[in-house]
Nanobody, 120 residues
Framework: QVQLVESGGGLVQAAGSLRLSCAAS???????MGWYRQAPGKQREPVAV???????NYADSVKGRFTISRDNAKNTVYLQMNSLKPEDTDVYYC???????????????WGQGTQVTVSS
């Protein structure tokens, strides 16, 4: 069974920084890892994704401010968020594309979400 535990959210002033972490536990092969965010009443949208080979993609709104990274030995993905803006306020969700041992196919797994609030 795959479980994701997120940490690092909180309240920060505009222009500040936060670092989110997401650790995946369980016996599995992991492909891509990423971060998504969702505001109340809106669809969940991708923020940043990192492939198993280390390739990255970012939403235009966070390019140059956010950096995604991963530690494969720890099955952990990070999101360093700098120069935060009030419009970055959302619930942030970790996503992992993984194949638990014994399963044939990869599937999406989600963390519980962590609130990020940026005050002006």
């Amino acid at each position: 069974q795959v479980q994701l535990v997120e940490s690092g959210g909180g309240l920060v002033q505009a222009a500040g920084s936060l670092r989110l972490s997401c650790a995946a536990s369980g016996s599995m092969d992991i492909n891509a890892m990423g971060w998504y965010r969702q505001a109340p009443g809106k669809q969940r949208e991708p923020v940043a994704v990192i492939t198993s080979g280390g390739g990255t993609n970012y939403a235009d709104s966070v390019k140059g401010r956010f950096t995604i990274s991963r530690d494969n030995a720890k099955n952990t993905v990070y999101l360093q968020m700098n120069s935060l803006k009030p419009e970055d306020t959302d619930v942030y969700y970790c996503n992992v594309v993984a194949r638990p041992y014994g399963r044939l196919f990869y599937a999406n797994y989600w963390g519980q979400g962590t609130q990020v609030t940026v005050s002006s």
